[in-house]
């Protein structure tokens, strides 16, 4: 299984931006992916889950209202539309999956499969 998450950059405060996390080497739809961040000096958190299969989502309270998780079925692609960018989403923003049946997955110890993260930067 290989992921390669992309995408990120540096916005200003209520600015947007879209992650991609191209998944391949999964035998079926059958599985979930997690977006993950981690800002400097504090621990990696979970942002949003896909249960692909079931197209199940699931957001972090911050995230809720903000970000939107989704899939390219064509592409097997799935993308972190982030809106209202704020200073403190500022983060290493990584992408997981792991074989989960229908099920959704909140923590980072639920996933195998890790991409390399990707910077956002939100600052004016």
């Known amino acids: 299984v290989q992921l390669q998450a992309f995408g990120g950059g540096l916005v200003r405060p209520g600015g947007s931006l879209r992650l991609s996390c191209a998944a391949s080497?999964?035998?079926?739809?059958?599985?979930?992916i997690g977006w993950f961040r981690q800002a400097p000096g504090k621990g990696r958190e979970g942002v949003a889950c896909?249960?692909?299969?079931?197209?199940?989502?699931y957001y972090t309270d911050f995230a809720k209202d903000r970000f939107t998780i989704s899939r390219d079925n064509a592409k097997n692609t799935v993308y972190l539309q982030m809106n209202s960018l704020k200073p403190e989403d500022t983060a290493v923003y990584y992408c997981?999956?792991?074989?989960?049946?229908?099920?959704?997955?909140?923590?980072?110890?639920?996933?195998?499969?890790w991409g390399r993260g990707t910077l956002v930067t939100v600052s004016s």
């Open positions: 997981a999956a792991d074989a989960k049946g229908d099920k959704i997955a909140t923590l980072a110890l639920d996933y195998h499969y």
């Open positions: 896909l249960a692909v299969n079931a197209g199940r989502t």
């Open positions: 080497g999964f035998e079926s739809d059958y599985y979930a």
